[in-house]
């Protein structure tokens, strides 16, 4: 197992940002950077760390392997994806530091937008749902639950969060304000395209995809809506075991639900509501929840990752 949880030195690459998982890195002046902007353009190094978030909080310590996962199941969605949308992954010829955990993605002009897909009632839209009766203005039917799922799917974006911020639901109408109408029924109908083709992907392997986020730019040399940073993962997205829907209740999940349980339980000791740093996370939690994360690839992809 490898652990990739800072910053390390690549030859060609200048890190430049890190965020609560990833490292980002363009290329640097050495020959070997320059040959890089000569082959692909205008790019970036993105690392999946085994860093694990929680409650606005970078949990020590991360989760082994976990950064490969992410890495490796967004390119094998993207495969799935390829026809309905272009994406940012120019090449996944990476330095042997980062093997397995990182691509070569074109460099885009971001949208300022989470684009959130529904297809079931849980976490914030929930809460939304319960205040209100609807999720970003769209009104949904009365008597659902945690775990309902709703007659169809539904586009509740968010604006993106500064780090340590929370991102916050807003109606399509803010969307067409930010980006104008064009752009903002492109991103909904993508978006909604691309949860259904990976809905109906994850059912048939007995995985129920609750909702996801998607981030998409514009690819500066074709000009098209592209597909960016990671997409259908379970740090992305809510995947939930077909067999275990219950509807009226939280569900069992592919992601760090382990890791959250621990946080909020007596034996953490810790209050979400102080300003404290969380303790550190206790092996098994650290265990259990990379299972998790490698059960999510395997039932999804039908495969096995080479660690």
């Not at 885009?108 to 297809?119: H, K, S």
């Not at 939690?285 to 059960?295: F, G, H, I, P």
Request: charged share 25%; proline share 6%; net charge negative.
């Amino acid at each position: 197992m490898t652990s990739t949880t800072t910053t390390t030195d690549l030859p060609g690459w200048a890190h430049t940002y890190s965020g609560k998982v990833r490292d980002l890195y363009v290329p640097d002046s050495s020959e070997a950077g320059q040959a890089l902007t000569a082959e692909h353009g205008d790019v970036v190094l993105v690392v999946a760390s085994d860093r694990v978030s929680a409650y606005d909080h970078v949990l020590s310590p991360g989760i082994p392997d976990k950064g490969v996962v992410l890495t490796q199941l967004s390119l094998w969605w993207f495969e799935q994806l390829a026809d309905l949308v272009p994406n940012h992954v120019v090449s996944t010829d990476v330095p042997a530091e980062v093997a397995g955990r990182a691509m070569v993605c074109r460099r885009l002009a971001m949208f300022p937008v989470e684009c959130v897909a529904r297809g079931y009632l849980t976490g914030s839209g929930l809460a939304e749902y319960r205040v209100s009766g609807s999720v970003t203005g769209i009104d949904l039917p009365a008597g659902l639950v945690d775990g309902s799922r709703l007659p169809e799917a539904i586009f509740t974006p968010a604006t993106k969060a500064e780090l340590g911020d929370h991102d916050e639901n807003v109606p399509f109408a803010a969307v067409v304000e930010t980006v104008g109408a064009e752009a903002a029924e492109t991103l909904r109908a993508l978006t909604l395209a691309v949860y259904a083709r990976a809905e109906a992907i994850a059912r048939e392997r007995g995985v129920i995809l609750a909702d996801t986020k998607l981030e998409f730019g514009t690819d500066p040399v074709t000009g098209e809506v592209t597909l960016g940073d990671e997409v259908l993962t379970p740090d992305s997205s809510r995947f939930w075991p077909a067999d275990g829907w219950q509807p009226g209740r939280a569900q069992p999940s592919f992601d760090k639900q382990f890791v959250r349980d621990w946080l909020t339980s007596a034996a953490s000791g810790w209050d979400r509501e102080s300003d404290t740093t969380p303790p550190e996370l206790p092996a098994d939690v650290v265990a259990r929840t990379r299972e998790r994360y490698l059960d999510a690839y395997e039932r999804l992809t039908g495969s096995s990752l080479a660690l």
